[in-house]
């Protein structure tokens, strides 16, 4: 099978197997984004651990029927990744303890349950594998104002929503470059005025849903509601846009 049949088998089935398969065949693109990284910090293990459960998430985000090469689309994701990754390990230096401790224990359990299930697992997965509230671990997440760009916002009835990589161009610097492309801005235009500020807020200066919501003067909860119905909304406006 080529890649594109390849894809769409694995589409149709979500064979585990397959998913492996395929990982394997792409797996040197992740140890070599892994190697640009090494002397920051981190073992080499490590990163590679990082960019080879983006590489997993990655096959399950792929639409091959865009016409556009696994490998172009994958490059930039991983290499999105493990910049987070690094972020996120800077912004744990700073956090309580028992925060920090918790989301180790978070992320541990992301990764195991994405190479269980195939899929980014949601905060309510991650919760009952830990044993915790799912509320301390939507808390866990927001902490230090670290956001997971790649990760579902929670669907109805317990679905897979959609996270702000799907609904933004590819390519590592995508946010940076939302003004330059047409489908995004207007799809944005659309957005009433409270939700464009919840984007600014959330996605341009990269605050937590807490401060969020205490500058918009509503709750956490109203706010995790909104995200979630803004990232439907602009996922929907764009393939519409895009389908003109």
């Avoid at 897979?160 to 492309?181: K, M, T, W």
């Avoid at 003067?217 to 509601?225: A, D, E, G, H, L």
């Amino acid at each position: 099978m080529d890649e594109t049949q390849l894809f769409q088998e694995y589409k149709k089935t979500h064979d585990v197997k397959l998913r492996n398969e395929i990982a394997e065949k792409y797996l040197f693109i992740a140890s070599m984004i892994a190697k640009k990284f090494v002397g920051r910090g981190v073992e080499y293990d490590d990163l590679f651990q990082v960019a080879s459960l983006a590489l997993l998430k990655g096959i399950d985000r792929f639409d091959e029927t865009k016409g556009l090469k696994f490998s172009t689309f994958i490059t930039p994701t991983i290499t999105g990744e493990i910049k987070n990754y690094f972020r996120d390990r800077s912004r744990l230096i700073h956090l309580p303890r028992r925060v920090a401790e918790l989301r180790v224990s978070v992320k541990k359990a992301e990764e195991e349950l994405t190479l269980e299930n195939g899929k980014s697992p949601t905060a309510k997965e991650i919760a009952e594998k830990l044993g915790v509230p799912e509320e301390e671990v939507l808390s866990c997440m927001e902490a230090g104002s670290v956001v997971s760009l790649d990760r579902p916002a929670d669907g109805e009835d317990g679905e897979d929503g959609a996270s702000f990589y799907d609904v933004l161009p590819a390519g590592e610097d995508a946010f940076e470059r939302i003004e330059q492309n047409d489908a995004v801005r207007r799809a944005l235009s659309l957005l009433s005025e409270p939700e464009k500020q919840l984007v600014s807020y959330r996605f341009g200066q990269e605050l937590s849903q807490a401060e969020t919501a205490r500058r918009m003067n509503v709750s956490q909860m109203y706010v995790s509601r909104m995200e979630r119905k803004i990232l439907q909304k602009l996922k929907e406006d764009l393939k519409q846009g895009m389908a003109e």
